[in-house]
């Protein structure tokens, strides 16, 4: 069983993670879903007052999914939550260093670049569609100033997005 709009998961990695740890944790495992939403109907609490449709099931797991649009982990964000990531392996990952900062008061900057997607493809303002760009480490002297040169970075790399990059 999976969630609706599952065509998501090749422009969104976290969405694609949420769902398939759900779907491994809770449906794999026969746990029974119908706790997620009726009250227990016995003291051990293996059973559920009613049941869900497979209808309702698929719709919980693509609520579950939806923790992992930018909307979704803003909500999160919003409500103290913070997203821990296992350290990866640094592949991929882009190194940027200030070349105007002196060499003291630097810090490092871990962002990553995205843009929103519409139906097309295209870039727009916003939409639950996410293409993830690079993962940039940048040592700068302010947080502005990493920003600032991320920005210069992914716009020289991915000039069919200028002006619709976002960092997360």
């Known amino acids: 069983m999976n969630g609706f709009?599952?065509?998501?998961?090749t422009n969104n990695p976290v969405e694609k993670?949420?769902?398939?740890?759900?779907i491994e944790?809770?449906?794999?495992?026969?746990?029974?879903?119908?706790?997620f939403v009726f009250p227990a109907a016995n003291a051990q609490q293996t059973i559920a007052e009613d049941t869900l449709s497979d209808r309702e099931k698929r719709i919980v797991i693509t609520m579950v999914q939806w923790m992992g649009t930018p909307l979704g982990q803003s909500l999160l964000r919003e409500c103290g939550f913070e997203q821990v990531q296992k350290p990866e392996k640094e592949k991929g990952k882009v190194f940027l260093k200030d070349p105007k900062g002196l060499n003291i008061f630097k810090k490092k900057y871990d962002l990553q670049g995205f843009v929103y997607l519409d139906d097309d493809d295209k870039p727009t303002d916003c939409s639950s569609m996410v293409k993830w760009l690079n993962k940039l480490e940048i040592?700068?002297?302010?947080?502005n100033r990493?920003?600032?040169?991320?920005f210069e970075f992914?716009?020289?790399?991915?000039?069919?997005?200028?002006?619709?990059?976002?960092?997360f």
């Open 146 to 150: 990493a920003n600032e040169l991320a």
């Open 17 to 22: 993670k949420l769902h398939d740890k759900f």
């Open 25 to 35: 944790w809770y449906v794999n495992e026969h746990t029974n879903l119908d706790l």
């Open 154 to 167: 992914l716009n020289k790399n991915y000039p069919e997005y200028n002006g619709f990059i976002n960092l």
């Open 5 to 9: 709009k599952t065509y998501r998961h």
């Open 139 to 143: 040592k700068a002297r302010t947080e």
